[in-house]
């Protein structure tokens, strides 16, 4: 009953994507759903940034930690980071700077670990949030969005709905507003 | 009275002071405290993407974060058992 339906508003949201990839939530802000953004968004930067904090910036190093370099790089602030970690800060080794101060201090043993763990976990989750928005049907599984069901979202909502020739998927679609909490 | 074991304690400090982002945490002996926000974090991202209605998701957050920690528990349990016994 759902072949029946054209997949006309449903399209590949890379803008999303892209938005997503560089700052987790803000591709789901875009389609409007701003609270489920802001969960994924502060959860994800969070996680990110207690990483950031345990490890210290050496848990971005894509030739001691390449496979989870890959991890954390789809959160874009870490190739960021990683950047500044391969050419201002690491200038050797080790090798100190001309004030005496080593530039950072290198995280080891579980404090590294958990450090690229987080960061890792935190790129895998934007990964995850990624995948959801690029092909995220804003009207099907939207409930807590205020225009669903109201005559806003029927207004801007194609013939779709009106020509659901199955009844099924036309009131489910139609009456989101009631129906939207149940599905 | 408490000046010495403060002094003593000022003493052993790092010359350096802590520089956030620059300098990695002390928490080699917290490193187990640090699994239970982990699971929170992936509990509420899966969940938020899931779920159609928010309304439930704290409850099924704490449910599945409840999961992980506890199956993951488990594991370790097995595997220091293995450990153990073999």
Known sequence: MTSSE?????????DAALATWFMPGVGHMFLGESRRGAILGLTILILWIAGFLIGGVSVFDRTDHPLMFVCQVFFAPSAVADQALQ???KTGPGDPLPSGHPAYEPSFGRVNEQGVLYTALAGMLNLLAILDVIHRDPHRRRSDNPNVGTTLDLAARPAASGSGTDGSSGSGSGSGGGGGGVA | MFAAPLLASFASLPTLGYRPFLDPLPLETYWLLLMPPMAIAIALVYKTIKLDSLEQLPRQAALLAVQIVAFMAMAAVGLWLITEIF
């Open chain 1, 6 to 14: 054209p997949p006309s508003e449903q399209a590949w949201r890379f």
């Open chain 1, 87 to 89: 050419r201002i800060l």
